[in-house]
């Protein structure tokens, strides 16, 4: 009877251990967020030296290509801490084949639309962010025009625009979009019970009780809960207009860069955004909705969203820690929010 408990508990133990293996093997959400920032950086990066390198082959330059070899050491990096089985290394390698088939549809879009000149040299200026730059490569034509350019990957249509995804919600959101003042914004904070910054950014959840009061507010909209957006009514258009036109602004960064915008899933290339296809001078307030109309879990909404004729054409969406925060009494303070555009 022993020898046969012994077997049955190594038996159990083995399985057991296979069980543990098979868990340790494919990794957490925490850390599968980690590698696939790590790997979304480089590849960032990829789109836009291979789209340099395009260019230069293209136009027939006689300065040497970008080496790609940290980028793509990078994102190899990022494919070999999954399991050989991981769906994500497949989702990953297909993202990267894409972009590069993308850069050389999008290098020669960009010859054609400079026909008038020729390009003499392509600069990579992404390190040079600062005061909401947004080139990430400048062009420079035999003209002497100098074409600051914007290099995006995106999925799910949306990009986000120039410090887009920032934790500075006064001066980088609040008053950048909605001319909410230093004063204005703490006693707006102050007036939702919360003494302190810190004690804001505690929860996300608390953050977007501002943001929706922020809304509410500053566009003067009636009918409007901050748990219900379902029948809100803009009431101040300028405020509207003014929240449209900075959006624009910002989408091209403060050095007014082209934008080229690559999609990771299917390899298109696209320029504008929903946005850029309405005259905003000319939008009546009626056209003007919002999402969602209630939250669906939490006490409130995470993410707003602005629709202009039905059609949703920017994003708010407040994010809380994620990667090695996940699961730790840290997880739900706020990290960022951030602006999106719809394509």
């Known amino acids: 009877m022993a020898k046969v408990s012994s077997k049955i508990f190594g038996l ?3 399985l057991a251990a296979s069980c543990a293996w098979a868990q340790s093997a494919k990794p957490a959400a925490a850390e599968f967020e980690i590698i696939e920032g790590i790997f979304h950086d ?7 030296l291979k789209l340099a390198n395009k260019l230069i082959e293209l136009g027939g330059l006689k300065q040497p290509s970008f080496n790609l070899e940290t980028c793509e050491a990078k994102m190899r990096a990022a494919i070999s801490r999954l399991p050989a089985d991981h769906p994500g290394r497949k989702q990953f390698e297909a993202e990267s084949s894409n972009i590069a088939a993308a850069t050389e549809r999008g290098a020669t879009e960009l010859l054609k639309r400079f026909s008038k000149a020729s390009l003499t040299r392509v600069q990579h200026t992404a390190k040079d962010f600062a005061n909401a730059k947004a080139a990430d490569l400048v062009l420079e034509l035999s003209n002497g025009e100098r074409v600051s350019l914007s290099v995006k990957t995106e999925k799910s249509n949306k990009i986000a625009v120039a410090e ?3 934790p500075d919600l006064q001066a980088k959101w ?4 909605f001319r909410v003042s230093p004063t204005e914004f703490g006693s707006m904070m102050n007036e939702l019970g919360f003494a302190s910054m810190a004690e804001l ?7 977007s009780e501002l943001i929706a009061q922020i809304l509410i507010r500053k566009l003067g909209l009636k009918d409007c809960q901050p748990d ?3 029948r809100a009514r803009v009431t101040d258009l300028e405020a509207a207009k003014f929240l449209f036109r900075q959006l624009l602004r910002f989408k091209h960064g403060n050095d007014d860069s082209k934008v080229i915008i690559f999609d990771r899933e299917n390899g298109s290339v696209n320029w504008e955004s929903r946005l850029e296809a309405i005259d905003v001078e000319q939008l ?3 056209r003007i909705s919002f999402r969602p109309s209630r939250p669906r879990t939490n006490r409130i909404a995470s993410e707003f969203g602005i ?3 039905g059609q949703a054409v920017v994003t708010f969406q407040i994010k809380h820690k994620r990667g090695k925060a996940r699961g730790s009494n840290r997880q739900f303070e706020f990290s960022d929010i951030t602006t999106r555009l719809i394509i």
């Open 12 to 14: 159990i133990f083995l």
């Open 42 to 48: 480089g590849l960032g990066t990829f789109a836009e």
């Open 164 to 166: 887009g995804q920032t």
């Open 174 to 177: 609040a008053e950048r979009y």
């Open 201 to 207: 950014k505690a929860n996300y959840l608390n953050v």
């Open 228 to 230: 219900d957006f379902s």
């Open 284 to 286: 009546t307030a009626d």
């Open 307 to 309: 629709k202009i004729d």
